[in-house]
Antibody, heavy 118, light 111 residues
Framework: EVQLVESGGGLVQPGGSLRLSCAAS????????VAWVRQAPGKGLEWVAN????????YYVDSVKGRFTISRDNAENSLYLQMNSLRAEDTAVYYC???????????WGPGTMVTVSS | QSALTQPPSASGSPGQSVTISCTGT?????????VSWYQQHPGNAPKLMIY???KRPSGVPDRFSGSKSGNTASLTVSGLQAEDEADYYC???????????FGTGTRVTVL
């Protein structure tokens, strides 16, 4: 079964750091772009970052540039998001998603909740 | 990049049709045929419903269809069913890059 499963969410204080992970299975992870998409409570979806198969291209939404870093380990079939200098407005469910040959986000994980609060 | 504009809500009775618009600019929706649509039920992850403006992934009912005119894309749900009640989001690539922008979302209610 093709699937993505996120982990690493939790409660963190403003200014703190957190590292999210996403485990992929059921497909050749090393050949796909993958992304992080977040959804604040009661709000819409927001693309956060994505990375190409070889990890040589990375793109970020302006609001996280310089604070978040996307990375991947193709040997471990894993995607990561290192989040530093966290702010209250980063509170959201974070989804990892596969960007497929359909030129769309065709596989999504169930999400992991990140809460930034003192 | 700014979020694509969608109406906050849309509704229809069972069996009727509902159309949701997604308005952007020539840098996103109008410039490229990489518009996709997602359905999200409360508490669940989004699900891909339409890709490349008009194409349906395997398993998505043909009641769902997509189109585009200028800077506005549309999703039409025909023959509304109770299970179609959900939030719907459009997305597009931005400026031909691997940056993306989502729509503001539309809640569809089946009356």
């Amino acid at each position: 079964e093709v699937q993505l499963v996120e982990s690493g969410g939790g409660l963190v204080q403003p200014g703190g750091s957190l590292r999210l992970s996403c485990a992929a299975s059921g497909f050749t992870f090393s050949t796909y772009w993958v992304a992080w998409v977040r959804q604040a409570p009661g709000k819409g979806l927001e693309w956060v970052a994505n990375i190409n198969p070889g990890a040589t291209e990375k793109y970020y939404v302006d609001s996280v540039k310089g604070r978040f870093t996307i990375s991947r380990d193709n040997a471990e079939n894993s995607l990561y998001l290192q989040m530093n200098s966290l702010r209250a407005e980063d509170t959201a469910v974070y989804y990892c998603a596969r960007y497929g040959y359909t030129a769309a986000f065709d596989i999504w994980g169930p999400g992991t909740m990140v809460t930034v609060s003192s | 990049q700014s979020a694509l504009t969608q109406p906050p809500s849309a509704s229809g009775s069972p069996g009727q049709s509902v159309t949701i618009s997604c308005t952007g600019t020539s840098s996103d929706v109008g410039g490229y045929n990489y518009v996709s649509w997602y359905q999200q039920h409360p508490g669940n992850a989004p699900k891909l419903m339409i890709y490349e403006v008009t194409k349906r992934p395997s398993g998505v009912p043909d009641r769902f269809s997509g189109s585009k005119s200028g800077n506005t894309a549309s999703l039409t749900v025909s023959g509304l069913q109770a299970e179609d009640e959900a939030d719907y989001y459009c997305t597009s690539s931005y400026a031909g890059s691997h940056s993306y922008v989502f729509g503001t979302g539309t809640r569809v209610t089946v009356l």
